[in-house]
């Protein structure tokens, strides 16, 4: 089976001087995704290595360096999936928790499916995850941006909404997962569709995996990327199932955003009709990985 690997870092109106960022951004996530599967590991150990790499980086709206909510906090979600069982975890509203994606990694090793707020933290505690201070999370650009926010709301829009990854290992097991700050201003306790099975993210040996990327209120509606995945079983491959998603996306609830793709034959697919989407794929044979924005 041949191994591939898709990352986004979120599709939006990237400003000029960011666009570099996140190019490399989404470089060095694939190359520690990539560094799992080209040795043997398994899809979901790619994801959420991949994943970290992009919450660790604060050009990114994930983890650290993540948009600011209405009370000018960083409230973060994720989710991620494997294709084998359906199995699936996700985690939502915190305040504390420096790499989302992993806890949200040992949700899906858990009993439950999705763990929000007081009850996440107090999960991770007992899975041995060290919180951070919210504070730590917080990066200057970020209250700047929200400060100038408050007074003119337009200027939050630019920010990229989440960060994704889909892969197949050599044994045929796919994965997908997403990370996010969310919304830049949004209320308190809002949350999209990136920690949602089926809307922000979805995984299925038979057909594929696929990550979304936008307005999550718009995502949710289509159920996005298990839409996406669906349109596999049609006999598309990756790349025209994630435009004829992005299309979908649009048609029906007018909404512009992005999706990357997998197929179980290892075929990439990504799309987006935003002013940008940071991305970068990995494949057989491939010595770098293609990176663009």
Not at 92 to 110: F, G, H, Y
Not at 132 to 144: A, D, G, I, Q, S
Request: with cysteine; charged share 20%.
């Amino acid at each position: 089976m041949k191994a591939s690997l898709v990352v986004h870092g979120g599709a939006c109106e990237i400003p000029p001087e960011q666009i570099e960022a996140h190019r490399l951004g989404c470089k060095a996530a694939v190359k520690a995704g990539w560094q799992v599967l080209s040795t043997g590991g398994h899809a979901l150990d790619a994801i959420e290595a991949a994943i970290r790499v992009m919450e660790d980086d604060s050009a990114l709206n994930a983890g650290t360096g993540s948009v600011l909510n209405l009370e000018g906090e960083v409230q973060l979600d994720a989710g991620l999936m494997e294709g084998a069982n359906l199995q699936a975890g996700a985690v939502a509203a915190l305040r504390t928790i420096k790499n989302p994606i992993t806890l949200a990694r040992r949700v899906l090793e858990s009993e439950s499916v999705f763990l929000v707020g007081e009850g996440a933290v107090s999960f991770a505690s007992a899975a041995g995850i060290e919180e951070c201070t919210p504070e730590e999370l917080v990066v200057n650009r970020e209250v700047k941006l929200w400060e100038a926010t408050r007074t003119d709301a337009a200027l939050g829009v630019q920010r990229a909404d989440t960060v994704g990854a889909v892969a197949i290992d050599h044994r045929g097991n796919i994965a997908a997962g997403n990370s996010t700050g969310g919304r830049p201003f949004k209320p308190p306790g809002r949350v999209g569709d990136s920690p949602l099975v089926g809307c922000g993210f979805y995984a299925d040996n038979a057909l594929g995996g696929a990550a979304c990327t936008g307005p999550g209120e718009g995502i949710i509606r289509v159920v996005l990327a298990h839409t996406a995945v669906q349109l596999l079983a049609g006999g598309e491959r990756a790349q025209q199932a994630a435009e004829l998603a992005v299309q979908v996306l649009k048609d029906k609830v007018g909404v512009r955003g992005g999706v990357i793709m997998v197929d179980c034959s290892g075929n990439v697919g990504h799309a987006f009709n935003t002013g940008a989407m940071g991305y970068a794929w990995m494949s057989e044979n491939q010595d770098e990985p293609v990176v663009g924005v």
